[in-house]
């Protein structure tokens, strides 16, 4: 399914998580609100989805780790970007600036590019990690960043699954705050190489 995008080119980061399968409804529903979708996995979120569906779905390669700098970059730039399910590590080293997968060092580098970023923590409630100081702590600074994280156990429990249609309402809203009524359909500043860090 490849749409006919008039919002321009949306990353979809999807980590390790029983959660993550529920991305591929999110990048349809993006994709029906005007999206060209691409999708990003942490490394091990390979194994909890259908990678060939998901490239069939949104017509680009499915990536999760870093190119050589010799590579094309196989995917146009993002406009924006969703992270879901988001877990407790990639919370924590994204809010830390560590960079050391490709979902992580994009989350870095569209965060300071001020880019609209909304992110979905998916976890159980009551099982630690939601009252694990680190978390609150991480989605403090991610929040101060100008991240919009949509974290409601209490009104999605128990794992925080909030809806498709609610996620894209918030990016909406975001890149309304950001950019005004009329949302720019290119990045505000030049695409960096998406290659290993301290690679030249």
Known sequence: MKPNPSR??????TCASSSAPLAESLVIAAQQAGWDVCVILTPRARHFVD???LQRLTGHPV?????????PDLLPPPQALIVFPATFNTLNKWALGISDTLAVGLLSEYTGKRAPIVAVPCFKTGGGLDTNPAFHRSLRLLRRAGIRVIYEPERYPPKN???????LE???QLRAERYGCEAPL????EDLER???GAE
């Open 8 to 13: 321009g080119v949306l990353y979809v980061i």
């Open 51 to 53: 990678e060939a569906a």
């Open 63 to 71: 990536r999760s780790e870093y190119k050589h700098p010799a590579e």
């Open 161 to 167: 699954q909030v809806p498709p249609e609610v996620i």
């Open 170 to 172: 918030a990016l909406d």
């Open 186 to 189: 290119t990045p505000p500043t």
């Open 195 to 197: 290659m290993a860090p």
